[in-house]
Structure formats: C-alpha cells, structure tokens
C-alpha cells in the first residue's frame, strides 16, 4: 500500500495504481480507504467522458458496490449496481452482485430475475 500511495505523490490519477491499492485496502478490509480510491476512478472515468470508458467504469461500479454491500450500505450499492448496468447491460458480474444485493435485502423477485439473467448468459 505504501509504494501505491508513493506513486501517486507523483500521479495522482493513475488509474492502475488507485485500482490496484483499491484492491488490497479491500483485501486487508480497509473498506473505507477501498471506497475512497474506488471513488476517486470513477471521478477520473466520468471526467474523461468517452464510449470506452464506460465498460470500465461500469466494472468500477461493480467493484465499489460490492463494497457497500459488504458494509452493509445496500442502497449504496443498489445505485451504484444499477448505473453499472446503464453503462454495460452485459456485466455478468454487475447483475450477479446486484441479485445478491436484492436477496439481502428480501427482494427475492428482483433477486431471482437477475439470478435468471446470469444464468442464461443474458
């Protein structure tokens, strides 16, 4: 974590290395930090506004949701589920974490229905 933080004294907006540290402040449950850096992606993907952009972005949304999820901020995560699909309806990962997040929060229907979705490969 500490040669991440280091290299982005020099460039702050290296999206790798945000990711990266991103990744391991969720390894070691660092979840607050996680969310920061994950946050932080989003700014710089949504700042440079272009088409390709928006797979990766909508992967950064799944991981960040994810996170919410894990801390228990389901409706963070529902949000941040639900823009990943706006951007790329063909996220498996995205619509698998979202159905997670319905059934914990006892919407078994709309947990069902993206369950089916990954299921049958969209």
Partial sequence: INDYSNALLLQSQHISTLMNRAALYDRINEYDCCILDY????????????????????NVLTLRGKIYSKIGQL????????????????????????????????????????????????
């Fill in 39 to 58: 946050s932080k992606v989003i700014i710089i993907l949504k700042n440079n506004d272009s088409q390709s952009n928006n797979q990766m972005l909508s």
């Fill in 75 to 122: 409706s963070l995560a529902l949000q941040d589920f639900n823009y990943s699909n706006e951007l790329n309806s063909n996220n498996i990962m995205n619509i698998f974490s979202r159905g997670m997040c319905y059934k914990l929060l006892d919407e078994f229907q709309l947990a069902i229905k993206d369950y089916t979705l990954v299921m049958v490969g969209l």
